[in-house]
């Protein structure tokens, strides 16, 4: 099952009401990546899919609202 990290990072930063720029510190990379990962550029390191995906728990947002479309 892949997930689709593009719009789980939307939807994390809508829901905190923070930057692109914020959210690279809180998962620890820059702002770049954060940027080519929204517009579906590239996939997060699996790293960053770990913070990202402990930030959505703790957010009460849950990865199988963010499947990819097409599963």
Known sequence: MKYNYQKAMVLLRAKLNISQHELAELLSVSYPSISRWENGHHEPTK??????E???KSNNIILEEVKN???
């Open 69 to 71: 479309d097409e599963e």
């Open 54 to 56: 402990e930030l959505l």
């Open 47 to 52: 790293i960053a899919r770990v913070r990202l």
